[in-house]
């Protein structure tokens, strides 16, 4: 578990499906994914597949709520996936529509950070944030992310963002 000033980040569970379909079922929120919203059976093999990946790698990623009230508002933590044929630990973020712009994603996702260098040892992070999502960019340029290019998979736009692990004793 993490904790921030505001946050509480914990191990996903299978009872966030219904907590989680409220940021996955909006339209909105997955306009920045160019896909529909999920219905609770998408949404429970979305949350399946994130605790297989937990599982299989020894992180994933975390539910979110906030501290005050428990409130589960989204998921912030690390996929492991590969980039052009290299292995790569992604940072992602998603929180529902109405606790942005108060700096939680930016929040969430700078303890993401500090733990996956810290504790998990990681050398690398990426973000892969779909072009036009400028809020996601900011997340990432806030949390010391820099642009590397632009990429494309299976047809879609991204900017790939990257920060390595600070030199130095963990």
């Not at 299978?14 to 940021?23: C, F, G, K, Y």
């Amino acid at each position: 578990m993490i904790e921030t000033e505001r946050l509480i980040l914990r191990p996903m569970r299978v009872e966030d499906t219904d907590p989680l379909l409220r940021v996955f079922g909006d339209p909105l929120v997955m306009a920045s994914f160019g896909v529909e919203p999920f219905d609770r059976a998408q949404m429970r093999e979305w949350v399946q597949r994130n605790l297989d990946h937990q599982g299989e790698h020894g992180y994933g990623l975390f539910t979110v709520m906030l501290r005050q009230s428990g409130e589960v508002i989204g998921d912030c933590g690390l996929e492991q996936m590969e980039i052009d044929g290299v292995p790569a630990a992604e940072l992602g973020y998603d929180l529902q529509r109405d606790v942005w712009n108060r700096g939680l994603a930016t929040e969430a996702a700078a303890a993401v950070r500090d733990y996956a260098f810290r504790a998990r040892h990681l050398p690398r992070l990426v973000s892969l944030i779909r072009q036009g999502n400028i809020a996601s960019r900011r997340v990432a340029e806030k949390i010391g992310m820099r642009h590397l290019e632009d990429i494309d998979r299976s047809g879609i736009p991204y900017w790939l963002f990257s920060q390595d692990r600070p030199a130095g004793p963990a």
